[in-house]
């Protein structure tokens, strides 16, 4: 029953109902919600007063649009260990997800001071760019920007397409096995971009990973910067 006059906003009383549902597991991860109509004659409300508590579900990260489709119960959050192997698909498939991943874009630049540094290669030398996008059960969970030595690993873009995977680009460069050297892990909201790439609202907290990936040799292959919706994870760091 909602409280008019209290001075709690409607809309925000049934944003709170709904996430009680959510998180007591009558609604279930994947659900889709009932129609606006279905809600707004459930609370007794206009269809814009319904919209706004949705919105503010989806702010919360608990709700997600699906265009053409409905409004879903967003799944629960991935558990995602940070350490010296950190492997995307073994991570999501070890919990019972589809994990998946496609190649965004590729281009060739030189590389700045920074990730020259990083790389352990000249200021100006052309390295390989890579962005892409990480789902598990087809939900957008990460997208990234590379950066791998070019002559080592001139064919990762057509790799990438193919299969989804950078172990298998750093095999074909050679590498029978890699690990993690370091991470930097921060946090933002989201912009433009990390709306467009990881399907969320603008403002919708970021989790960004950096990190730095090794050869057996500890010969530097590829800089990372990862940009994760932060409730669709948990990461743990490992020691």
Request: no cysteine.
């Amino acid at each position: 029953m909602l409280a008019r006059g209290d001075g709690v906003s409607v809309w925000r009383q049934i944003a709170d109902a709904l996430e009680t549902e959510i998180s007591q597991g009558h609604l279930q991860p994947g659900t889709r919600l009932p129609t606006e109509a279905a809600l707004a004659n459930r609370f007794g409300v206009n269809r814009h007063t319904l919209r706004q508590a949705v919105k503010e579900l989806t702010r919360r990260g608990l709700v997600r649009a699906v265009q053409g489709s409905g409004t879903y119960v967003e799944a629960r959050p991935l558990s995602y260990p940070i350490g010296a192997r950190v492997r995307f698909s073994e991570i999501v498939g070890a919990q019972a997800r589809a994990p998946s991943g496609k190649l965004i874009a590729d281009w060739i630049a030189p590389l700045d001071a920074p990730l020259a540094e990083a790389l352990k290669l000249a200021e100006g030398t052309p390295a390989l760019f890579l962005e892409t996008l990480r789902t598990a059960d087809g939900v957008p969970v990460s997208y990234a920007k590379s950066a791998l030595p070019l002559d080592r690993f001139k064919d990762a873009p057509a790799i990438i397409a193919a299969t989804s995977s950078f172990t298998a680009v750093f095999k074909a460069g050679g590498v029978t096995d890699y690990r993690r050297a370091w991470s930097r892990i921060g946090a933002t909201l989201a912009d433009a971009r990390d709306a467009t790439r990881l399907d969320v609202a603008v403002g919708r907290p970021i989790l960004e990973i950096e990190g730095l990936n090794v050869d057996e040799t500890d010969t530097p292959i590829q800089w990372a910067v990862a940009r994760f919706v932060g409730d669709r994870v948990k990461v743990t760091v490992e020691g």
